[in-house]
T-cell receptor, first 113, second 116 residues
Framework: AQSVTQLDSQVPVFEEAPVELRCNYS??????LFWYVQYPNQGLQLLLK??????LVKGINGFEAEFNKSQTSFHLRKPSVHISDTAEYFC???????????FGKGTRLSVIA | GAVVSQHPSRVICKSGTSVKIECRSL??????MFWYRQFPKQSLMLMAT?????????EQGVEKDKFLINHASLTLSTLTVTSAHPEDSSFYIC????????????FGDGTRLSIL
């Protein structure tokens, strides 16, 4: 079985500062890794995904994440955040694209002007 | 790109009412769809896997008679919350995979269910 740990439930950061949202996973098999963003009262939007290949993955809205197999981590980063980045961010894993996702508990990113 | 449409987006109804939520894949066929539930300030938890033409697979602790799932076509899955009670109030969201196994799932916009 897979599990996902998002160590920080809330991350406040000033506008234009860098941010890193941490994600660690546990799995006995190879997995696909994802980051989703959820704005208030909305569904999930895919930020980026790691399936294979390069361990540095670039996504939408200036976000990127790095897959680290030895540390079983997939931390999300952005060099300069905007007010509009305020949202809930979920890290997730799945065995394949046709299996359900296992989500972390989410990290609330609050960007302060 | 692949789009998943979920309807309605919000439902407010009295206790004891049954509520049907639809999840449609608009430009692709989906033999499998997933239903998740999200309580306030919590993560998404898988409720069930909806399989076209066969019975849904429910996660442990999810009552199949309470949450009826029908996947009658390759583009539509429905979740019916029967005799809903206030504790069923939650955000329900579906997802589907548009193609081969290495593509990410696409999510609907979710349904906010509030039972009075």
């Amino acid at each position: 079985a897979q599990s996902v740990t998002q160590l920080d439930s809330q991350v406040p950061v000033f506008e234009e500062a860098p941010v890193e949202l941490r994600c660690n996973y546990s799995s006995s098999v190879s997995v696909y890794l994802f980051w989703y963003v959820q704005y208030p009262n909305q569904g999930l939007q895919l930020l980026l995904k790691y399936l294979s290949g390069s361990t540095l993955v670039k996504g939408i809205n200036g976000f990127e994440a790095e897959f680290n197999k030895s540390q079983t981590s997939f931390h999300l980063r952005k060099p300069s955040v905007h007010i509009s980045d305020t949202a809930e961010y979920f890290c997730a894993v799945s065995k394949t694209g046709n299996t359900p996702l296992v989500f972390g508990k989410g990290t609330r990113l609050s960007v302060i002007a | 790109g692949a789009v998943v449409s979920q309807h309605p987006s919000r439902v407010i109804c009295k206790s004891g009412t049954s509520v049907k939520i639809e999840c449609r894949s608009l430009d692709f066929q989906a033999t499998t769809m997933f239903w998740y539930r999200q309580f306030p300030k919590q993560s998404l938890m898988l409720m069930a896997t909806s399989n076209e033409g066969s019975k849904a697979t429910y996660e442990q602790g999810v009552e199949k008679d309470k949450f009826l799932i029908n996947h009658a076509s390759l583009t539509l899955s429905t979740l019916t919350v029967t005799s809903a009670h206030p504790e069923d109030s939650s955000f329900y969201i579906c997802s589907a995979n548009p193609g081969s196994g290495n593509q990410p799932q696409h999510f609907g916009d979710g349904t906010r269910l509030s039972i009075l």
